[in-house]
Nanobody, 124 residues
Framework: QVRLVESGGGMVQAGGSLRLSCAASGLIFSGYGVGWFRQAPGKEREIVGA????????YYADSVKGRFTISRDNAKKTAYLEMNSLIPEDTAVYYCAASGFGGTQVDPRNYAYWGQGTQVTVSS
């Protein structure tokens, strides 16, 4: 059974930082690209960023460029989303997802496995 479990969410003041983790099990983690998505209330799910199987960052949304960093440790089967200079607009449920497709995948439909999400709330 494939599982992706996010952790590290919480409440933080604007300007603060959080580090989200995504722990994978039940799959050959190094064989999957990882994407981080977020969904704010009343809005569609959007991609935050994506990282390749080997750990090369492939994509960042314009809204997070220069503030967020994606990384992964295949030995630990864990991906990370480092979020700095947080702003209230970053408030959302954050999801990690795994894709068996190669290349840069920004369409959530190309991700086969999803975590349950972790809430990030940024107060002004």
């Amino acid at each position: 059974q494939v599982r992706l479990v996010e952790s590290g969410g919480g409440m933080v003041q604007a300007g603060g930082s959080l580090r989200l983790s995504c722990a994978a099990s039940g799959l050959i983690f190094s064989g999957y690209g990882v994407g981080w998505f977020r969904q704010a209330p009343g809005k569609e799910r959007e991609i935050v960023g994506a990282i390749s199987r080997s750990g090369a960052p492939l994509y960042y949304a314009d809204s997070v460029k220069g503030r967020f960093t994606i990384s992964r440790d295949n030995a630990k089967k864990t991906a990370y989303l480092e979020m700095n200079s947080l702003i209230p607009e970053d408030t959302a449920v954050y999801y990690c997802a795994a894709s068996g497709f190669g290349g840069t995948q920004v369409d959530p439909r190309n991700y086969a496995y999803w975590g349950q999400g972790t809430q990030v709330t940024v107060s002004s």
